[in-house]
Protein backbone atom coordinates (compact mmCIF):
# COMPACT_ATOMS: atom_id res chain seq x y z
CA UNK A 1 0.00 0.00 0.00
CA UNK A 2 1.75 3.50 -0.74
CA UNK A 3 1.77 6.32 0.52
CA UNK A 4 -1.17 8.16 -1.17
CA UNK A 5 -3.28 5.45 -0.35
CA UNK A 6 -2.59 5.38 3.34
CA UNK A 7 -3.15 9.01 3.31
CA UNK A 8 -6.38 8.25 1.66
CA UNK A 9 -7.75 6.34 4.58
CA UNK A 10 -6.33 8.35 7.23
CA UNK A 11 -7.75 11.70 6.19
CA UNK A 12 -10.97 12.49 8.29
CA UNK A 13 -13.58 10.65 5.32
CA UNK A 14 -11.44 7.86 5.31
CA UNK A 15 -11.55 7.09 8.91
CA UNK A 16 -15.02 7.84 9.03
CA UNK A 17 -16.00 5.37 6.74
CA UNK A 18 -14.06 2.70 7.76
CA UNK A 19 -15.99 3.96 11.52
CA UNK A 20 -19.06 3.02 9.26
CA UNK A 21 -18.05 -0.21 8.14
CA UNK A 22 -16.80 -1.17 12.20
CA UNK A 23 -20.47 -0.10 13.72
CA UNK A 24 -22.10 -2.51 11.12
CA UNK A 25 -19.67 -5.32 12.23
CA UNK A 26 -20.06 -4.70 15.75
CA UNK A 27 -23.89 -4.12 15.51
CA UNK A 28 -24.19 -7.58 14.02
CA UNK A 29 -21.59 -9.30 16.84
CA UNK A 30 -23.11 -7.29 19.58
CA UNK A 31 -26.74 -8.24 18.24
CA UNK A 32 -25.91 -11.90 17.92
CA UNK A 33 -24.61 -11.19 21.59
CA UNK A 34 -27.54 -10.44 23.21
CA UNK A 35 -30.34 -13.23 20.90
CA UNK A 36 -27.80 -15.74 22.31
CA UNK A 37 -27.94 -14.25 26.31
CA UNK A 38 -30.89 -12.37 26.33
CA UNK A 39 -28.69 -10.11 28.61
CA UNK A 40 -30.44 -6.45 28.49
CA UNK A 41 -26.63 -5.61 29.35
CA UNK A 42 -26.01 -6.91 25.91
CA UNK A 43 -28.65 -4.87 24.78
CA UNK A 44 -27.51 -1.76 25.51
CA UNK A 45 -24.53 -2.77 24.50
CA UNK A 46 -25.62 -3.31 20.97
CA UNK A 47 -28.25 0.04 21.04
CA UNK A 48 -25.31 2.28 21.54
CA UNK A 49 -23.57 0.29 18.47
CA UNK A 50 -26.95 1.33 16.47
CA UNK A 51 -25.84 5.08 17.46
CA UNK A 52 -22.04 4.46 16.55
CA UNK A 53 -23.57 3.57 12.85
CA UNK A 54 -25.75 6.62 12.39
CA UNK A 55 -22.99 9.52 14.34
CA UNK A 56 -20.52 8.14 11.86
CA UNK A 57 -22.89 8.11 8.52
CA UNK A 58 -23.58 11.94 9.64
CA UNK A 59 -20.21 12.76 11.01
CA UNK A 60 -19.03 11.68 7.02
CA UNK A 61 -21.37 13.99 5.45
CA UNK A 62 -20.27 16.80 7.55
CA UNK A 63 -16.46 16.09 7.09
CA UNK A 64 -17.18 16.05 3.44
CA UNK A 65 -19.30 19.37 3.47
CA UNK A 66 -16.74 21.26 5.46
CA UNK A 67 -13.97 20.15 3.33
CA UNK A 68 -16.04 22.11 0.32
CA UNK A 69 -14.26 25.29 -0.96
CA UNK A 70 -15.33 29.21 0.07
CA UNK A 71 -18.15 30.45 -2.58
CA UNK A 72 -20.39 32.79 -2.83
CA UNK A 73 -22.69 32.16 -0.30
CA UNK A 74 -20.26 30.72 2.60
CA UNK A 75 -17.63 32.92 1.81
CA UNK A 76 -15.81 31.81 5.17
CA UNK A 77 -15.99 28.31 3.97
CA UNK A 78 -17.25 25.71 5.20
CA UNK A 79 -15.59 24.66 8.00
CA UNK A 80 -18.60 25.30 11.05
CA UNK A 81 -20.23 22.02 9.68
CA UNK A 82 -17.81 19.86 11.90
CA UNK A 83 -19.85 20.76 14.86
CA UNK A 84 -22.99 20.08 13.97
CA UNK A 85 -21.64 16.67 13.72
CA UNK A 86 -20.21 16.70 17.11
CA UNK A 87 -23.53 18.44 18.34
CA UNK A 88 -26.26 15.81 16.51
CA UNK A 89 -23.61 12.62 17.89
CA UNK A 90 -24.05 14.20 21.44
CA UNK A 91 -27.83 14.49 21.19
CA UNK A 92 -27.89 10.72 19.96
CA UNK A 93 -26.06 9.53 22.64
CA UNK A 94 -28.16 11.14 25.09
CA UNK A 95 -31.30 9.60 23.44
CA UNK A 96 -29.25 5.72 23.78
CA UNK A 97 -28.94 5.95 27.03
CA UNK A 98 -32.14 7.41 27.71
CA UNK A 99 -33.17 4.21 26.11
CA UNK A 100 -31.11 1.81 27.95
CA UNK A 101 -32.42 3.19 30.82
CA UNK A 102 -35.66 2.82 30.25
CA UNK A 103 -35.29 -1.17 28.55
CA UNK A 104 -33.01 -1.73 31.88
CA UNK A 105 -35.51 -0.01 34.49
CA UNK A 106 -38.09 -3.23 33.68
CA UNK A 107 -35.54 -6.33 33.94
CA UNK A 108 -34.55 -4.69 37.81
CA UNK A 109 -38.14 -5.97 38.92
CA UNK A 110 -38.56 -8.68 36.57
CA UNK A 111 -35.04 -10.21 35.91
CA UNK A 112 -34.66 -12.84 33.11
CA UNK A 113 -31.65 -15.47 33.38
CA UNK A 114 -28.98 -15.06 31.02
CA UNK A 115 -28.11 -17.99 28.46
CA UNK A 116 -24.61 -18.76 26.74
CA UNK A 117 -22.87 -16.53 28.92
CA UNK A 118 -19.55 -17.36 27.50
CA UNK A 119 -20.50 -16.82 23.56
CA UNK A 120 -21.98 -13.84 24.44
CA UNK A 121 -18.95 -12.26 26.19
CA UNK A 122 -16.46 -13.23 23.55
CA UNK A 123 -18.46 -11.46 20.91
CA UNK A 124 -18.58 -8.53 22.89
CA UNK A 125 -14.99 -8.63 23.81
CA UNK A 126 -13.93 -8.78 20.03
CA UNK A 127 -15.94 -5.97 19.10
CA UNK A 128 -14.50 -3.91 21.73
CA UNK A 129 -11.21 -4.73 20.64
CA UNK A 130 -12.04 -3.21 17.22
CA UNK A 131 -13.41 -0.22 18.71
CA UNK A 132 -10.81 0.27 20.60
CA UNK A 133 -8.24 -0.01 18.14
CA UNK A 134 -9.86 2.17 15.76
CA UNK A 135 -10.41 5.05 18.08
CA UNK A 136 -6.65 4.96 19.17
CA UNK A 137 -6.00 6.00 15.22
CA UNK A 138 -8.81 8.42 15.16
CA UNK A 139 -7.82 10.67 18.02
CA UNK A 140 -4.54 10.60 16.15
CA UNK A 141 -5.85 11.70 13.55
CA UNK A 142 -7.83 14.41 14.71
CA UNK A 143 -5.17 15.89 16.41
CA UNK A 144 -3.19 15.48 13.06
CA UNK A 145 -6.70 16.81 11.07
CA UNK A 146 -7.70 18.98 13.75
CA UNK A 147 -11.15 17.45 13.05
CA UNK A 148 -13.94 17.72 15.95
CA UNK A 149 -15.72 15.44 13.65
CA UNK A 150 -13.29 13.18 13.86
CA UNK A 151 -12.53 13.66 17.81
CA UNK A 152 -16.24 13.27 18.75
CA UNK A 153 -16.32 9.70 17.18
CA UNK A 154 -13.58 8.13 18.64
CA UNK A 155 -14.76 9.45 22.10
CA UNK A 156 -17.81 8.10 21.32
CA UNK A 157 -16.05 4.51 20.25
CA UNK A 158 -13.92 4.70 23.79
CA UNK A 159 -17.23 4.92 25.04
CA UNK A 160 -18.58 2.21 23.71
CA UNK A 161 -15.37 0.37 24.55
CA UNK A 162 -15.65 1.04 28.21
CA UNK A 163 -19.66 0.35 28.22
CA UNK A 164 -18.66 -2.93 27.06
CA UNK A 165 -16.37 -3.86 29.45
CA UNK A 166 -18.89 -2.62 31.93
CA UNK A 167 -21.56 -5.07 30.21
CA UNK A 168 -18.74 -7.78 30.59
CA UNK A 169 -18.22 -7.03 34.23
CA UNK A 170 -21.33 -6.72 35.03
CA UNK A 171 -22.54 -10.59 33.28
CA UNK A 172 -19.30 -11.76 35.49
CA UNK A 173 -20.81 -10.93 38.40
CA UNK A 174 -24.08 -12.26 37.74
CA UNK A 175 -22.25 -15.49 36.96
CA UNK A 176 -20.70 -15.66 40.06
CA UNK A 177 -23.26 -14.40 42.06
CA UNK A 178 -26.74 -15.61 40.26
CA UNK A 179 -27.77 -11.88 41.38
CA UNK A 180 -29.90 -11.60 38.41
CA UNK A 181 -30.94 -8.25 38.77
CA UNK A 182 -27.06 -6.65 38.44
CA UNK A 183 -27.42 -7.52 34.95
CA UNK A 184 -29.92 -4.46 34.73
CA UNK A 185 -28.13 -2.18 37.33
CA UNK A 186 -25.00 -2.42 35.41
CA UNK A 187 -26.81 -1.71 32.14
CA UNK A 188 -28.19 1.66 33.76
CA UNK A 189 -24.82 2.57 35.45
CA UNK A 190 -23.05 2.47 31.56
CA UNK A 191 -26.35 4.47 30.31
CA UNK A 192 -25.47 7.41 32.67
CA UNK A 193 -21.90 7.11 31.40
CA UNK A 194 -22.78 7.61 27.99
CA UNK A 195 -24.94 10.21 29.12
CA UNK A 196 -22.63 12.34 30.18
CA UNK A 197 -20.20 11.60 27.38
CA UNK A 198 -23.10 12.91 24.98
CA UNK A 199 -23.54 16.58 27.20
CA UNK A 200 -20.07 16.69 26.61
CA UNK A 201 -19.58 16.57 22.80
CA UNK A 202 -23.44 18.85 22.24
CA UNK A 203 -21.38 21.12 24.91
CA UNK A 204 -18.21 21.08 23.03
CA UNK A 205 -20.34 21.73 19.54
CA UNK A 206 -22.06 24.54 20.83
CA UNK A 207 -18.88 26.34 21.73
CA UNK A 208 -18.01 26.12 18.53
CA UNK A 209 -20.70 27.38 17.05
CA UNK A 210 -20.21 30.37 19.51
CA UNK A 211 -17.12 31.27 17.70
CA UNK A 212 -14.46 29.91 20.31
CA UNK A 213 -11.17 31.22 20.75
CA UNK A 214 -8.72 29.47 19.61
CA UNK A 215 -6.65 26.85 22.08
CA UNK A 216 -4.35 28.80 24.78
CA UNK A 217 -0.95 27.47 23.30
CA UNK A 218 -2.05 28.49 19.69
CA UNK A 219 -2.50 31.90 21.29
CA UNK A 220 0.89 31.62 22.84
CA UNK A 221 2.58 30.44 19.28
CA UNK A 222 0.90 33.73 18.22
CA UNK A 223 1.76 36.29 20.60
CA UNK A 224 5.21 35.06 20.15
CA UNK A 225 5.19 34.94 16.41
CA UNK A 226 4.33 39.14 16.65
CA UNK A 227 6.78 39.35 19.43
CA UNK A 228 9.31 38.83 16.89
CA UNK A 229 8.09 41.76 14.76
CA UNK A 230 7.59 44.06 17.36
CA UNK A 231 9.77 47.15 17.65
CA UNK A 232 10.90 49.63 20.15
CA UNK A 233 13.41 52.67 20.30
CA UNK A 234 13.95 54.24 23.87
CA UNK A 235 9.96 54.63 25.06
CA UNK A 236 8.73 54.91 21.32
CA UNK A 237 7.37 51.92 20.15
CA UNK A 238 7.73 51.63 16.27
CA UNK A 239 6.13 48.29 15.76
CA UNK A 240 3.65 47.14 17.34
CA UNK A 241 0.34 44.81 17.21
CA UNK A 242 -3.07 45.38 19.60
CA UNK A 243 -6.43 44.06 19.53
CA UNK A 244 -5.52 40.20 18.91
CA UNK A 245 -8.96 38.61 18.41
CA UNK A 246 -9.36 34.97 17.38
CA UNK A 247 -11.99 32.48 16.87
CA UNK A 248 -12.51 28.26 15.25
CA UNK A 249 -14.17 27.14 12.82
CA UNK A 250 -13.72 23.00 12.70
CA UNK A 251 -9.94 22.79 11.20
CA UNK A 252 -9.58 26.29 10.40
CA UNK A 253 -8.28 28.34 12.85
CA UNK A 254 -8.77 32.60 12.38
CA UNK A 255 -7.17 35.48 14.30
CA UNK A 256 -7.50 39.57 13.16
CA UNK A 257 -4.87 42.35 14.70
CA UNK A 258 -4.36 45.65 14.25
CA UNK A 259 -0.57 46.47 13.48
CA UNK A 260 0.64 50.09 14.21
CA UNK A 261 3.66 51.17 12.04
CA UNK A 262 5.25 55.24 11.75
CA UNK A 263 2.62 57.45 9.62
CA UNK A 264 5.82 58.19 7.84
CA UNK A 265 6.05 54.67 6.16
CA UNK A 266 4.91 54.44 2.26
CA UNK A 267 1.62 52.40 1.62
CA UNK A 268 3.72 49.97 -0.40
CA UNK A 269 6.43 49.62 2.65
CA UNK A 270 3.53 48.91 5.53
CA UNK A 271 1.52 45.99 3.17
CA UNK A 272 4.52 44.50 2.61
CA UNK A 273 5.72 43.93 6.32
CA UNK A 274 1.95 42.73 7.17
CA UNK A 275 2.35 40.01 3.79
CA UNK A 276 5.55 38.78 5.98
CA UNK A 277 3.74 38.99 9.10
CA UNK A 278 0.59 37.00 7.39
CA UNK A 279 3.10 34.29 6.26
CA UNK A 280 4.59 33.90 9.57
CA UNK A 281 1.81 33.68 11.47
CA UNK A 282 0.25 31.31 8.65
CA UNK A 283 3.78 29.68 8.74
CA UNK A 284 4.02 28.70 12.13
CA UNK A 285 0.37 27.92 13.14
CA UNK A 286 -1.33 25.35 10.45
CA UNK A 287 -4.25 25.69 9.65
CA UNK A 288 -4.64 29.72 10.49
CA UNK A 289 -5.93 33.15 8.67
CA UNK A 290 -4.35 36.08 9.91
CA UNK A 291 -6.38 39.57 8.78
CA UNK A 292 -4.22 42.42 10.21
CA UNK A 293 -5.70 45.91 9.81
CA UNK A 294 -2.60 48.57 9.21
CA UNK A 295 -3.22 51.69 11.52
CA UNK A 296 -0.52 54.73 12.50
CA UNK A 297 1.31 54.53 15.50
CA UNK A 298 -0.40 57.34 17.46
CA UNK A 299 -3.67 56.01 16.35
CA UNK A 300 -5.86 53.91 18.31
CA UNK A 301 -8.74 52.06 16.95
CA UNK A 302 -12.09 51.58 19.41
CA UNK A 303 -13.73 48.74 19.05
CA UNK A 304 -16.69 46.99 21.14
CA UNK A 305 -18.47 49.82 21.46
CA UNK A 306 -21.92 49.13 22.49
CA UNK A 307 -23.22 51.63 20.30
CA UNK A 308 -22.23 49.73 17.15
CA UNK A 309 -25.16 47.28 17.74
CA UNK A 310 -27.95 50.38 17.97
Do not use: C
Amino acid sequence: MNKATVAKWLSPQGLLLTSVAVAVVTIALKTLAWWLTDSVGLLSDAMESLVNLASAIFGLMMVTVAARPADDDHPYGHHKAEYFSSGFEGILIVVAALGIVWAASHRIFDPQPIEQVGIGLALSVVSSALNGLLAWVMFRAAKTHRSIALEADARHLVTDVWTSVGVVFGIGLVGVTGWLWLDAVVAIGVALNILKEGFHLVWRASQGLMDEAVEPEVMAQIQTTLAGFEHQRGEHHIIRFDHVTSRKAGQRRFVDLHMHMPAAWSLGRAAALRTTVEQALMSDVPGLRATIQLLPSDVEAHIDDGRDIL
